[in-house]
């Protein structure tokens, strides 16, 4: 399995127009705004010796500061230009990058086998899947978390969607970053209240904490103020009595 044509050729026509530099990307805010507060969100429950892979990384902003908080950071995308991008900026090398496709879970459990088991964040990516390849990307979380990884999910909620029209409705139009998502068919797709626990819990994942928090864009609205998508996060495990093959 893989994801669809259109996916990928969505994903990579985003990546390839552009030059990966940070907060090119409508979403891609400073690590201090997202990666950090996410972390001290995850740390409360996880294993901070395990190694952490950032499953759609995109040029890999986040990945880098997480590459300061645990022994070794892995930063995944389905684009290659992405990956391209993200081990060009990684000056230090302080972080690894490498092309994977989150609804292969061949190619998921391969990348387990060479890693172990690892803490995995995943950043507003479920909402952007395919409705059918939501189910294998939640798989592919508890594929890598194993028995005593530990998961952070974020995902923009129903209500970013109010945030989102604003910000295109603003005098002039939509900013260059927004135009750019819209240009390549990167629209978010309802996620319905409630869809996200079911879909952790029916592949075999424990929510151990949740709550909800604003996720931070790297675009401004005409008066300054940051634009800010509601969003919910859970920290996961793997729910008591699975086996560590998942």
């Not at 990666?35 to 996880?46: G, I, N, S, W």
């Not at 081990?87 to 391969?110: C, I, K, W």
């Not at 999910?153 to 260059?176: D, F, I, Y």
């Not at 996060?233 to 998942?246: D, L």
Request: contains cysteine; aromatic residues 4%; glycine residues 10%.
């Amino acid at each position: 399995m893989g994801a669809s044509e259109r996916y990928v050729r969505a994903w990579e026509g985003f990546w390839a127009e552009n030059t990966g530099e940070p907060g090119e990307a409508f979403w891609d805010a400073d690590a201090t705004l997202t990666a950090a507060p996410h972390t001290a969100l995850l740390a409360a429950h996880a294993d901070r010796t395990l190694p952490i892979v950032d499953l759609g990384c995109g040029n890999g902003t986040q990945t880098r500061y997480l590459a300061g908080h645990f022994p070794r950071a892995v930063g995944v995308d389905l684009s290659a230009s992405a990956v391209a991008h993200a081990r060009r900026a990684d000056r230090d090398a302080v972080a690894e990058f490498e092309q994977l496709d989150l609804t292969d879970l061949v190619a998921v459990r391969r990348l387990s086998e060479r890693l172990g088991e690892v803490n995995v964040y995943l950043r507003a990516v479920l909402h952007q899947s395919d409705p059918g390849d939501r189910v294998p990307v939640a798989t592919a979380v508890a594929l890598l978390l194993g028995r005593r990884g530990r998961g952070l999910v974020v995902e923009p909620t129903a209500a970013a969607k109010a945030v989102l029209q604003e910000v295109a409705e603003q005098p002039g139009g939509p900013p260059h970053r927004l135009r750019q998502v819209r240009k390549h068919q990167l629209r978010p797709a309802e996620v319905a209240p409630g869809e996200l626990p079911e879909l952790l819990r029916g592949v075999a994942l424990e929510i151990l904490d949740q709550g909800e928090s604003d996720l931070a864009m790297s675009e401004h609205h005409p008066d300054g103020a940051r634009v800010a998508l509601p969003a919910q996060w859970f920290v996961v495990g793997a729910a008591a009595g699975r086996g560590s093959g998942g």
